[in-house]
């Protein structure tokens, strides 16, 4: 039986917090070491589901990994892959997508089942797919198959406009680019810094990019990659479930040696909600003494707008608010599956749409609740932090694609939180 999280909430928190290496850098860093002659090192990796799983592709495809403690190593594989990769760890994430283009590299063909993850309405991958077709890619389908083949002389270079600025797509577009014959520009790109940190990565390791980070996205094809050492950016999502927690149970937070620019538009809508959110030597403070107020309507967008992953989670620690806040997705359809969860503790919310509206002022009570999904799982343990008694979340599977130990992440601001056994 799967463990289930337990919080004992109600009491305000203080304490700091270090944030881990970004998971939504990581997964597609994991993916692009294949694209590399040389051993990858990335720095500061946390224990996640989802690495795990990107572990098991790797090696499926020849690399050997290596994770002494916190940084993971990738060796090239020896001989060239055979390109099938295994059902398991592709259905179990979204992030299997990321290993088309550099199967297609290192293979010259690819076969897969639909990438999984969670369940936050349709996902489709037609961007990833026309971009590669741009550059010479043939599709098919098998048996429930997707099989992919790159032309007999690689890739090359295209000139490739998006549909609609998928951080996916732009990130495996890049991964194409750099190793295709010629020049490709990628137009209506994603700004996501996670593409930025790619682009870094792949930068070091001898890839010729210019634009990353904005929509226009210019890259010269190179022959070889080397391998390379990369810090990825910090988890900017779990800087937000942090800053949340504070926000919902009160208390004072520091994010150590992190920016407000990490927190982004979060960090303003906290603001408007009654907290205090200051820049200073150490990091970033998030502090909340008095009641918190109701924000109004907030959009999700594609960066630098609010990001669509910490909207659960910033709307959980609004739920006592006084007054109406709201969050609308503009991104995903079903991102409020949370919602459920939220009411059965009390709180005074209702889906419309694509949107989580909340009415308060609610008092939170303690509940048992089930993660629908990640970021809806990780909002489910904020609300709990704080409800008054102890709240169990089960689907705590959801929450380890994303949070190496969420409650103690929680135990250092002083919460009580941990993990048992259902029943026990
Ligand atoms: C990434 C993040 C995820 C985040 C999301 C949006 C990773 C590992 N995951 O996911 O945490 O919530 O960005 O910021 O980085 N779409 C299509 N066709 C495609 C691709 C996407 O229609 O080929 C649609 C999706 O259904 C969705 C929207 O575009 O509605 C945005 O998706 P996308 O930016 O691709 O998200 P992911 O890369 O899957």
Redesign the pocket.
Known sequence: MEEMLWVEGGRPLTGEVTLPAA??SV??LLAAALLCGGPVTLRGVPRLADVEQSILLLRALGCAVHWPGRDLVVQPPSARPDGTLPEGPVRAM??S?FYLAPVLHAAGRVSMPMPG?CDL?????????DGLVRMGATVCWQQNSLCLASPPAGLRGADITL???????T?TLLMAAVKAHGATVLRGA?C?P?IVDLARFLQACGARITGAGSPVVWVQGVPQLSGADHAPIPDRIVAATAAAAVAGAGGQLLLRGCEEDQLGPVAQVLRNAGCEVASGPDGLTVARGGPLRGVGRVYTG?YPAF???AAPVVAAGLLTAGGASAFEDT??ENRFSCAEGFAAMGAKVQRRGRALEILGPAQLHGAQVAAPDLRGGAALAVAALAAQGQSRVAGLGHIRRGYEDIAALFCALGAKAGYCQPGG
């Open positions: 998971k939504n997964l597609p979204r992030s997508v993850g309405g349709p996902r489709p991958i037609d961007i990833h797919l549909r609609l600025p998928s951080v996916g797509a990130e994603a996501e996670e594609g990001a669509t992953d991104i995903f």
